[in-house]
């Protein structure tokens, strides 16, 4: 199998702390990681692409000081929320690809919910 | 550019009739066409991809796609629907061209399809 996992499921904060979210996976080394943000009912809208060992690549408007990426490893990826405000509430869900070949398919994570008070 | 609609917000079908879920792609390269689903609250679930080859693609759970080039469209199939099926459908399309490839993906808008026993 290809399988993601992510942690925490859920989290809340109060405004102005920062929050991790790792993304693992579990069966697989993952060259590629990308970070999503999906509001209620909408679609996915990507913020970053990353490769193990290198810095992330954000997509335009995505504030890079805002949404620390972190790829230490090939099965590890760490989304840091820094001094997160309650418009930073979403559903953050992650992917990954086991090669780097246009035609691999994304397997996503579970997500994590996050709640900024 | 690259792009992906799915112009039915909701699509509503009695269990054990046969579904369609509509997705059309525009890009510049040859097209890789994913679809996805999504359960309340989870990650996305990858259903089947079309690379190339044979335009009728089978994937999990019974579902299959029809890729047509002339039509630019990718619509995801099931001839018997489950209650089970309910849930949030995302088609997504990589495009093959320009080095700057970094195998995003652009996902439409989402489907939500309701099977009703």
């Known amino acids: 199998g290809a399988v993601v996992s992510q942690h925490p499921s859920r989290v809340i904060c109060k405004s102005g702390t920062s929050v991790k979210i790792e993304c693992r996976s579990l069966?697989?080394?993952?060259?590629?990681m990308f970070w999503y943000r999906q509001f209620p009912k909408q679609s996915l809208m990507l913020m970053a692409t990353?490769?193990?060992?290198?810095?992330?690549?954000?997509e335009q408007g995505v504030e890079k000081d805002k949404f620390l990426i972190n790829h230490a490893s090939l099965t590890l990826s760490t989304l840091t929320v820094t001094s997160a405000h309650p418009e930073d509430s979403s559903f953050y869900i992650c992917?990954?690809?086991?090669?780097?070949?246009?035609?691999?398919?994304?397997?996503f994570g579970p997500g994590t919910r996050l709640t900024v008070l | 550019a690259q792009s992906v609609a799915q112009p039915e917000d909701q699509v509503n079908v009695a269990e054990g009739n046969p579904l369609t879920v509509k997705c059309t792609y525009s890009?510049?390269?040859?097209?890789?066409l994913f679809w996805y689903v999504q359960y309340p609250n989870r990650g996305l679930q990858f259903l089947l991809k079309?690379?190339?080859?044979?335009?009728l693609v089978k994937g999990s759970y019974g579902f299959e796609a029809e890729f047509n080039k002339s039509q630019t469209s990718f619509h995801l199939k099931k001839p018997s629907a489950l209650v089970s099926d309910s849930a949030l459908y995302f088609c997504?399309?990589?495009?093959?061209?320009?080095?700057?490839?970094?195998?995003?993906?652009?996902f439409g808008q989402g489907t939500t399809l309701q099977v009703k026993p």
């Open positions: 997504a399309v990589r495009d093959s061209y320009g080095s700057s490839n970094t195998g995003k993906l652009i």
């Open positions: 890009v510049s390269g040859n097209p890789y």
């Open positions: 992917s990954a690809t086991r090669g780097g070949a246009v035609t691999d398919t994304q397997y």
């Open positions: 079309y690379i190339t080859g044979d335009n």
């Open positions: 069966d697989f080394q993952a060259t590629t």
């Open positions: 990353s490769n193990e060992g290198s810095k992330a690549t954000y």
